[in-house]
Antibody, heavy 120, light 113 residues
């Protein structure tokens, strides 16, 4: 079946970086993209950005520009989201979701989520 | 960015009764070239990722019960649950993907009385 499996929870110090992985299975990875969405504790959904696994085009949320990088590895059908210069307000559950290869869309497949805690 | 505003923020409905959640966008999310509204609805239960309920504003995702329906066009949209079941208690989000910079509504918490 189609699924996305994310890496495990992380605890980071302020100023550090985190890299979350999202391994896809059950579909042809390069014919889709991935979006990343985060959710702070008790808060709503915040879109972080999108990457096409077809041509590696990316779009990032303006507030994260310069701190976030999304990549894919088609050999392993895995997407990655790296967030740098972490702050306490980056504490959140981070989700990957299957998206379009050329355009962003709605998300029928989600990863299970990865909790990233930023604390000194 | 397109701002998505949901109302109400929370809602309590009796089991078996109708629940209605509204979503308004700061600009139209209708594409005349594709004749589609780029609007989706999600349900999220505690400790779970969101689940897609409705896409293109009114198309039900496969496997979603037919008590869930979506309507609206342009800037105003509605998610309706025709007869609330206990398992429908959740937070509901609308999402626009008309712009490549995706935005979500703030969420509506649905409970039963």
């Amino acid at each position: 079946q189609v699924q996305l499996v994310q890496s495990g929870a992380e605890v980071k110090r302020p100023g550090a970086s985190v890299k979350v992985s999202c391994k896809a299975s059950g579909y042809t990875f390069p014919t889709y993209g991935l979006s990343w969405v985060r959710q702070a504790p008790g808060q709503g959904l915040e879109w972080m950005g999108w990457i096409s696994a077809y041509n590696n085009n990316t779009k990032y949320a303006q507030k994260l520009q310069g701190r976030v990088t999304m990549t894919t590895d088609t050999a392993t059908s895995t997407g990655y989201m790296e967030l740098r210069s972490l702050r306490s307000d980056d504490t959140a559950v981070y989700y990957c979701a299957r998206d379009g290869a050329v355009y962003t869309g709605s998300y029928s497949v989600w990863g299970q989520g990865t909790l990233v805690t930023v604390s000194s | 960015d397109i701002v998505m505003t949901q109302s109400p923020d929370s809602l309590a409905v009796s089991l078996g009764e109708r629940a209605t959640i509204n979503c308004k966008s700061s600009q139209s999310v209708f594409s005349s070239s594709h004749n589609k509204n780029y609007l989706a609805w999600y349900q999220q239960k505690p400790g779970q990722p969101p689940k897609l309920l409705i896409y293109w504003a009114s198309t039900r995702e496969f496997g979603v019960p037919d008590r869930f329906s979506g309507s609206g066009s342009g800037t105003e949209f509605t998610l309706t649950i025709s007869s609330l079941q206990a398992e429908d208690v959740a937070v509901y989000y609308c999402q626009q993907h008309y712009s490549t910079l995706i935005t979500f509504g703030q969420g509506t918490r649905l409970e039963y009385k």
